[in-house]
């Protein structure tokens, strides 16, 4: 488990938890993270981006949801396996919300990718 870096602009109109949820996703998408990987703890992501832990718990939860990653009890949370991911987040990826298009083209800067 290496940390994550990722860059969350406060100014944007995109929620913060969105963009870190987004950046996860696409490092998924990418090979950044890959399966079986564990994600940083919600208490080390809160202290490298200094953001709230409601912010980063509401990420790690949409991730859960969608099936990117699974909540493993007294371990952390650990990337799926792809074709382990839910319908929902395949369509999600083929075809995008009309609300999550706008936060997305509201913040083009492009600082939205994760580094490790």
Known sequence: MNSMKCILDPQSKVKLYFQLYKNIVDSIKEGTFTAGEKLPSIRDVVK????????????????????????????????????????????????????????ESSNSNGDRNCLR
Do not use: C, D, M, W
């Open 48 to 103: 490298e981006l200094h953001v709230s832990r409601n912010t980063v718990n509401t990420a790690y939860q949409k991730l859960v949801e969608e099936g990117f990653i699974s909540a493993k009890p007294k371990s952390g949370y650990v990337i799926n396996e792809y074709n382990q991911f839910s319908a929902k987040a395949k369509e999600l990826s083929g075809t995008k919300k009309k609300s999550q298009k706008s936060e």
